[in-house]
């Protein structure tokens, strides 16, 4: 791999959730950087305001584990393909890109499924009371199927009536209650995308 680093050493680093495709954060590794985070599998890179090494969540927590590292066509610019503990941004966002311009904030299906399924993993995880899916646990796995299956039944029946507006509203409850039961059964969702991954390439 032959990086081009700048005049001041330094590669500019995007850092990128594996799972939904967000885009967490923009910095800067040199080559100590880049070495350790490719050794480690944690997410270093360098300050340039205090001009020293730092790892991602030294002092937050809020690691990241790295996945892949790619490097783009003009070899200077880096991704890291991350798994991200906690926010990524220091204000407390998910990701530093929190803000739009212009036009209306958007997400991709991507970003809004993994979102669906780290809130579903908490509430199991923690079961509030007065929620949903605290509710829908305490009944049972077959419950939770028997929703996915009456959930796909009425997204069916929207889809052969041409309403495309009430199709949309059953297809939300089918992923909501589908990402239920996956996480129920201890599958993520992004072992279904690489099944589907395996699938495309064959």
Known sequence: MDVTFDERGLVPVIAQDIDSGEVLML???????????????????????RRSLWRK???????????????????????????????????????????????TPSASPGEVLALLERVVA???????EGSYVTRLHRQGLGRVAQKVVEEAGESVIAALEKEPRKLVSEAADLLFHLTILLCESGVTLQEVAEELLKRHQQ
């Open 27 to 49: 910095a800067y590794a040199n080559r100590e950087a880049l070495a350790a985070t490719l050794q480690t599998k944690e997410a270093h890179y360098f300050s340039r305001s």
């Open 122 to 128: 908490e509430r199991l995880r923690e079961l509030p």
């Open 57 to 103: 969540g030294e002092s937050s927590g809020h690691r990241q584990e790295v996945v892949e590292v790619r490097y783009d066509c003009d070899d200077d610019a880096l991704l890291y393909r991350v798994r991200q503990t906690g926010p990524a941004c220091h204000t407390g966002a998910r990701s530093c890109f929190y803000r739009t311009l212009a036009g």
